[in-house]
């Protein structure tokens, strides 16, 4: 069992950045693919990106590609997405994931989820 604790959204105008964390409960070292989701009032769970074990494979949405970037650092358990010339389409809360293997990673089929932080972009 894994706990995922996600922290940093806030209130941020347009063009602003913010550095989300996501905290785990035990070593994230097998975790073969942790991931950031949002969802925005009304719309569907929609992916953000993903980053694979050693970090060596990671993929991003088309609509946050150039602006957000994900990382992970295994000896401290916690994984981070650094969003940067954020606009108001970007307002939602985001969750954390993780799973065990590697294939779909843009698929909602993971392991375990954090509670989500909300982050909203307005001026």
């Known amino acids: 069992q894994v706990q995922l604790v996600e922290s940093g959204g806030g209130l941020v105008q347009p063009g602003g950045s913010l550095r989300l964390s996501c905290a785990a409960s035990?070593?994230?070292?097998?975790?073969?693919?942790m991931g950031w989701f949002r969802q925005a009032p009304g719309k569907e769970r929609e992916f953000v990106a993903a980053?694979?074990?050693?970090?060596?494979?990671?993929n991003y949405a088309d609509s946050v590609k150039g602006r957000f970037t994900i990382s992970r650092d295994n000896a401290k358990n916690t994984m981070y997405l650094q969003m940067n010339s954020l606009k108001p389409e970007d307002t939602a809360v985001y969750y954390c994931?993780?799973?065990?293997?590697?294939?779909?990673?843009?698929?909602?089929?993971?392991?375990?989820w954090g509670q989500g932080t909300q982050v909203t972009v307005s001026s």
């Open positions: 035990r070593s994230i070292f097998s975790i073969n693919t």
């Open positions: 980053i694979s074990r050693s970090g060596g494979s990671i």
């Open positions: 994931a993780a799973k065990w293997v590697t294939s779909r990673v843009q698929s909602v089929d993971y392991d375990y």
